[in-house]
């Protein structure tokens, strides 16, 4: 299984954790890899396009998170899946961001759950279109300098 | 020292929201019990409205919630017009008990 893959499975893993009183450490760790399982996917789709195979890893790393939800933040696309993959990547970065970051506040199953299911319909929604004109413009756009 | 003053628009319209978001609430019952909402920037500094659902224990005991919880998510976007308001909207869940188990004012 690809490492996304993987990911999201972690992440549904730790969220169901613990049955009677999930652990704060589970929790966090499920909605930040959440959000890492989407993040890698569409980097991983991105430079799949690159045709050395060896350069890939480089240029993986070049893909910065507050460009990519800029990108993400910016799509109106007339593509339903594409638009809601956009959505969850910026939804999803803020909380991972939380849930890395802010000791303040707490997470329960089902929030945690929730975002799990929401990274779970992001790989969904991009698996039926990722071929298209529209998700490639997409990936470009996520680190592509903005020229506007 | 220089004092800057952060105001966006979506500001002086919280009249407005608060009221979108209770006619939400109102249609949602009984999946939705309550909608606490509030405004303010995320982690990159883009203005937001952060919105926390207490969704009922009947909808979180069923197998399906989730998918009740988008649904609830939904209806609750397409009523509030956050590209207008130039907002981001970020969308928590929790159930009745986990309010009750870990009470907090934001989500009361």
């Known amino acids: 299984m690809a490492y996304h893959d993987d990911l999201l499975d972690q992440s549904g893993h730790l969220a169901t954790r613990d049955p009677r009183r999930p652990k704060q450490a589970n929790l ?26 060896r350069q890939r890893s480089v ?6 998170h507050r460009k990519m939800k800029g ?22 970065q803020q909380y991972r961001h939380l849930a890395d970051y802010d000791n303040s506040t707490a997470w329960t199953r089902v929030e945690a759950m929730e975002e799990v299911t929401r990274a779970r319909s992001a ?15 997409f990936l470009l756009s996520l680190f592509a300098a903005d020229r506007r | 020292m220089l004092k800057v003053m952060i105001f966006h628009p979506a500001i002086s319209r919280k009249k407005e929201i608060a009221q979108i978001v209770s006619e939400a609430e109102a249609e949602l019952r009984p999946k939705v019990e309550r909608i606490r909402w509030e405004l303010g920037q995320d982690w990159t500094g883009d203005w937001a409205i952060f919105l926390r659902v207490v969704l009922s224990d009947a909808v979180v005991r069923k197998r399906n919630w989730p998918k009740i ?8 976007l397409e009523k509030l017009p956050t590209d207008e308001l ?3 909207p970020y969308t928590r869940f929790r159930s009745q008990a986990e309010t009750i188990e870990m009470p907090e004012k934001a989500w009361s």
């Open chain 1, 28 to 53: 966090r760790r499920a909605v930040s890899t959440a959000y890492y399982a989407l993040f890698h996917l569409l980097v991983s789709q991105a430079v799949g396009y690159w045709r050395l195979k």
């Open chain 1, 59 to 64: 240029l993986a790393r070049s893909f910065d």
């Open chain 1, 71 to 92: 990108a993400c933040n910016s799509c109106r696309s007339q593509v339903p899946e594409l638009d809601a993959v956009a959505k969850a990547f910026v939804i999803l």
């Open chain 1, 123 to 137: 790989f969904a929604q991009w698996e039926q279109i990722k071929t298209r004109e529209e998700a490639q413009d």
């Open chain 2, 69 to 76: 919880a988008s649904e609830v998510e939904a209806r609750i």
């Open chain 2, 86 to 88: 130039g907002v981001i």
